[in-house]
């Protein structure tokens, strides 16, 4: 609001003195603001980040990942999500690959929050994007939106090995009883026999390729 300041008096070429003046009134109104892993999001963000949960990082196809988005108000008026149920809307060229799994209330009373969920559902390989879009009653953010993104390698074998149902960890350097990688104390003459077994957990045939054999030992003592 605006308004002029004017000082009547007998000055000769300063007569009135005038100067303006401004304010601005502030009523309630809410303010929306996007967290997830604690760190907020900002409106407009296009650069996904794992910090954020904006980056759903490398996965394989077959396997789901799920990142949660809390809404706050830290404004002072209810925050009303105003698109129709569903309240967040997910666009661009790979939404469909995003699904709103966990849908938020409204509305959020000042000072509260609620919180939704998005899971990426690759269906094939390569890194896939999409916009997230929620409107509100928020006076300069109505249409808040940030990009997210995911990465797949499609389908792919996975290779796990056990020994004594106990899984062995690629490059254990730490041999033990309960996996079968220590073989203990064995009386010279008297081999000693441990089985392991490999196991394809993905989602693509696992060829065991070693020459001239699949398995092969090295090492000081591999005679």
């Known amino acids: 609001h605006n308004a002029t300041l004017s000082i ?27 967290t997830s892993n604690g760190n907020e999001i900002l409106d407009g963000d296009n650069t996904p980040s794992p ?27 209810d925050l009303n999500l105003t698109s129709p149920d569903p309240y967040i809307i997910i666009t661009g060229p790979d939404a469909g690959l995003f699904e709103l799994t966990v849908d938020p209330e409204t ?33 300069d953010e109505a249409i808040f939106d940030f990009v997210i993104q995911g990465e797949s390698l499609g389908q792919r074998p996975e290779i796990a090995v056990v020994g004594g149902n106990i899984p062995i960890e690629n490059n254990d350097t730490t041999p033990n009883s309960f996996d079968g990688t220590d073989f203990g104390n064995v009386v010279v003459g008297a081999p000693k026999t441990k089985t ?6 993905g989602l693509a045939d696992l060829d065991l390729t070693g020459i ?4 092969l030992l090295a090492g000081p003592d591999a005679a």
């Open 8 to 34: 009547a008096n007998d000055d000769s070429n300063e007569n009135p003195y005038n100067f303006n003046i401004v304010g601005q009134g502030v009523g309630p109104e809410p303010e929306i603001q996007i």
């Open 51 to 77: 910090l954020d949960g904006t980056d759903y990082g490398i996965i394989t196809e077959g396997v789901t990942t799920t990142k949660t988005y809390f809404i706050n108000n830290i404004g002072t008026l």
């Open 107 to 139: 509305p959020v009373p000042a000072g509260g929050v609620t919180f939704f969920n998005i899971t990426y559902i690759p269906t094939g390989p390569g890194i896939h994007t999409a916009t997230v879009q929620i409107a509100s009653n928020d006076v």
């Open 196 to 201: 392991f077994t490999i196991s394809n957990t």
């Open 212 to 215: 001239p054999q699949p398995v």
